[in-house]
C-alpha cells in the first residue's frame, strides 16, 4: 500500500505475556520509527533506525522493549512480560532520510494489559 | 521535562471561525516545526510544517506563524469547518535528530 501499514490494529494480552507489534514502512523509506502515545498524550519517541541499523534507542522504557528491523523494511516492536503501564497506542513511522524531515504515520496498534 | 509546550488543551470554535493553537520550546536547537491533524483511532496526519528561516507559511485554509525570538509558533485555521474537528499536535526536531518533540495535543470541536 501507499502508506505506513500496522499490525494488529488492536491487541490484548493478559499481564506477563509477551506481545510482538509489525510496521511495514512506505516503500524506500529508509529511516522508520517507533513512537508511543498515551491515552490524551502526545506521541513519545521510542527508538528509530535507519535501514536496518537501531541507531537511537534511548526512548525505550525498559529492557523489556526490543525492536528490530532485520532486512531494513518491516519492523517489530517486541514487549517482554508485559505490564499495565504498557497499554498505549504504539505508533510507526517512516521518513525517506533521518533528521528533521516529515515522518508519516501509521493508525498505529491500540495494545491493551489485562 | 515537555519539550515543546501547546495550548490551549481544547478549543471550540464556530464554523466559519479562526481557529489559533499555540507552541512554545526552549531549545534554539530544533530546526523543523511541523503540526500534525489526528482523528480517532487514526495516526497523526502531516499537516503543515515550517523551518526557522521563514516567519510564515501558508497552505490552504492552514498557516503557521513562527516567532523565532520568542521561541513560539502558533497554527491558525482559517474558515474552520467541522471537518477540522480533531486533535493538532505540533512537534520540533533537531537539525541533526531523529525524532520528534511532540506538543500534548489541541483538541479542536468546530461546532455548525
Known amino acids: 500500500g501507499a502508506g505506513v501499514s500496522q499490525s494488529p490494529r488492536y491487541k490484548v494480552a493478559k499481564r506477563g505475556q509477551d506481545v510482538a507489534l509489525r510496521c511495514d514502512p512506505i516503500?524506500?523509506?529508509?529511516?522508520l520509527f517507533w513512537y508511543q502515545q498515551a491515552l490524551g498524550q502526545g506521541p513519545e519517541f521510542l527508538t528509530y533506525?535507519?535501514?536496518?541499523?537501531?541507531?537511537?534507542k534511548s526512548g525505550l522504557p525498559s529492557d523489556r522493549f526490543f525492536a528490530e528491523r532485520p532486512e531494513g523494511s518491516v519492523s517489530t516492536l517486541k514487549i517482554q512480560r508485559t505490564q499495565q503501564e504498557d497499554s498505549a497506542v504504539y505508533l510507526c513511522?517512516?521518513?525517506?532520510?533521518?533528521?528533521?524531515?516529515?515522518?508519516?504515520f501509521g493508525d498505529g496498534t491500540r495494545l491493551s494489559i489485562l | 521535562q515537555q519539550q515543546v509546550k501547546q495550548s490551549p488543551q481544547s478549543l471550540i470554535v464556530q464554523k466559519g471561525g479562526i481557529s489559533i493553537i499555540n507552541c512554545a520550546y526552549e531549545?534554539?536547537?530544533?530546526?523543523?516545526f511541523p503540526w500534525y491533524q489526528q482523528f480517532p483511532g487514526k495516526g497523526p496526519a502531516l499537516l503543515i510544517a515550517?523551518?526557522?528561516?521563514?516567519s510564515e507559511k501558508k497552505e490552504g485554509r492552514f498557516t503557521i506563524s513562527f516567532n523565532k525570538s520568542a521561541k513560539q509558533f502558533s497554527l491558525h485555521i482559517m474558515d474552520s469547518q467541522p471537518g477540522d474537528s480533531a486533535t493538532y499536535f505540533c512537534?520540533?526536531?533537531?537539525?541533526?535528530?531523529?525524532?520528534?518533540?511532540f506538543g500534548t495535543g489541541t483538541s479542536l470541536t468546530v461546532i455548525p
Open positions: 513511522a517512516s521518513s525517506r532520510q533521518g533528521g528533521n524531515q516529515p515522518q508519516h
Open positions: 516503500s524506500g523509506h529508509v529511516s
Open positions: 533506525f535507519q535501514n536496518e541499523a537501531q541507531l537511537d
Open positions: 531549545n534554539t536547537a530544533f530546526d523543523y
Open positions: 515550517i523551518r526557522p528561516d521563514v
Open positions: 512537534a520540533a526536531s533537531l537539525l541533526m535528530g531523529n525524532q520528534f518533540y
